[in-house]
């Protein structure tokens, strides 16, 4: 008979293999992987993941911006808005033959069978004033008189309303029928905004502060006066005038020895603030001195005159700012010297009530001074343009489109104004 013989396992116990005491724990129950050891590998696995995200992103997102660049501009320049027509509609006597608008006005073309007058123009519902802007009716100042059987232009201009893309605008218009009654009609109309400003002068905006304006373009009488003040011209001397030649040109007055212009005084010429401007180019060079542009005096007195100093080489507007002795003077000299043989706009201000004066040169301050004395000289004398009360020393050059206002135009007005003048030829 075979005797069994057990065999044991190689595993199947520490002690039979000989093994130390303190691994016999752990031989029958084995430790675990660390639980760190895990959480590493997921770490590894999400970042992964999220590096391939992110080079998603940055392979696309790429295109996406540039597909939203592209969407955007063409919104911008209108492809999903395109224009409308214009559209302007005025009842009878009246035909809207054109409709304009700019960034800063809106200009009607109206044919009229009636006497009639503009009372007002609306711009998005609100008065032309209300975006101190100016009614004007072919150019005529402050009158706003249609011409029968003829075409003419009525805007709103210098509005310090900037407009997107459509502007819409409402006419007031009063009429005389032909029996006499006065009825008031309104048109309306709605246009696109094109590019550009409109370039109404100064002079013929009607402003209600302008004591006189001074332009050459109306040949008759060598001038045109626009003044609601009742200022007169007195007399001029050897007036030379380069006549209008075409659209967009101006007639100028020449200054030269012998050459001005003597305006008579009116009370309106005298007040506590005051304001000069024009459109001045210089001749050749003389021999230094004060050469007289705009001048309030008489043989005795002196209240204000804007200059040219040929010593200096800059403009210099000097006001008399007491009333009597010892007088004080306020010198106002531009802060750079002015070429020769071009053309500079011009607007000199002063405050008597506080003191201050400021001279701008083509939209741009450039000077300041102040009297000893607040206050500004107000005698019963006139004004020469060209020369002074002693007609022996005469500005040399050129000179157009000269105001006189008895408010102080602000440096914003100056800006407007010198962007939509142009320079005469």
Known sequence: MKKRVKVRSKSSSAKSLNLPKHMHTHFHNPPKPHKGILFGYKI?????????GMEYILTYGWAVLIILFALSSLFYIGVFEPKTPNRCIINAPFICNDIKAYDDAVIYTISSKNPATVTDI???????????????????????????????????????????????????????????VIHSISGSSSANIEEGVDRTDYIDLGDPEMIFGLDFDDMNNGFKVT?????????????????????GQSAKFIAANGDYIEMGHSPNLNNDVLTVEFLVKLGDPYPPMERPIFVKEDATRFDYGFYYDEGTRKFLLKVRTTTTPPYCYAYIYSNNEVEFERWYHVVGTFDGNNNIGYLYIDGERAGDGAGCAPGIAKSAVGIFIGS???????FQGTLDSIALYKKILSPDEVREHYQHYTPPS
Request: hydrophobic fraction near 30%; glycine fraction near 6%; include cysteine.
């Open 44 to 52: 590894k696995f999400f970042v992964k993941k999220a590096q391939t």
């Open 122 to 180: 609306l711009v998005n519902g609100q008065s032309c004033s209300s975006y101190n802007g100016y009614v004007v009716v072919n150019n005529q100042g402050d009158i706003r008189d249609l011409n029968q059987n003829s075409q003419n232009e009525v805007k709103c201009t210098q509005m310090n309303q900037k407009f997107y893309k459509k502007a819409s605008s409402e006419i007031v218009l009063n009429y005389q029928s032909d029996s006499g």
């Open 388 to 394: 002074d009360s002693r007609k022996n020393v005469f």
């Open 227 to 247: 003044s609601i003040y009742g200022i007169s011209m007195l007399s001029h001397s050897n007036l030379q005038l380069v006549p209008k030649l075409g659209i």
